[in-house]
Nanobody, 122 residues
């Protein structure tokens, strides 16, 4: 069984930080590109960040550049999303996913986690 499980979401004030984790089971994460996506109520799911499997090249949506950092710990079979300087517009359910290429397009990803809620509010 191939599974991705997100954790680390919660309620945070504007300007605060959270670190999301994406733990894999049933496969090795370093064989795949890993993406983070988010979906707010009434909006389409959008790509936030991704890291490629071979080169380790990272990509960020313009809305999070300079604030979010994606990283991989192969020993723990886990990918992280460090989120700093959070804004209310970052509020969404955040999902991690695995696919063949480093891309912010949802259609390219094969395996998806269940999501974790991030709420940024005063």
């Amino acid at each position: 069984q191939l599974q991705l499980v997100e954790s680390g979401g919660g309620l945070v004030q504007p300007g605060g930080s959270l670190r999301l984790s994406c733990a894999a089971s049933g496969f090795t994460l370093d064989s795949y590109a890993i993406g983070w996506f988010r979906q707010a109520p009434g909006k389409e799911r959008e790509g936030v960040s991704c890291i490629s499997s071979s080169s380790g090249i990272t990509t960020y949506a313009d809305s999070v550049k300079g604030r979010f950092t994606i990283s991989r710990d192969n020993a723990k079979n886990t990918v992280y999303l460090q989120m700093n300087s959070l804004k209310p517009e970052d509020t969404a359910v955040y999902y991690c996913a695995a696919g063949p290429y480093g891309s912010l397009r949802t259609q390219l990803y094969i395996y998806w986690g269940q999501g974790t809620q991030v709420t940024v509010s005063s």
